[in-house]
């Protein structure tokens, strides 16, 4: 079982990471995502530190700029 510790006001804290509590938020608006870190480290190829993802809109919106940027 992998977890997070963090220590508050001198009190220590662990939570478990499941597949239910792991989160990040939209590099672009800020949004609130919930993560599968099945899915995203499937190819092993991934790490926490320099991977960002975006919400729903904020990549439909980058997928829809042409190769001009607009």
Not at 6 to 20: L, P, Q
């Amino acid at each position: 079982m992998f977890y997070v510790k963090e220590c508050f006001n001198n009190v220590e804290v662990t939570v478990d990471i499941t597949e239910d509590n792991v989160f990040t938020r939209c590099p672009v608006c800020g949004e609130e995502i919930a993560v599968d870190l099945n899915a995203l480290f499937h190819d092993w190829d991934s790490n926490l530190t320099n991977t960002a993802l975006l919400c729903r809109d904020c990549a439909k919106e980058f997928m829809e700029v042409d190769d001009d940027g607009e």
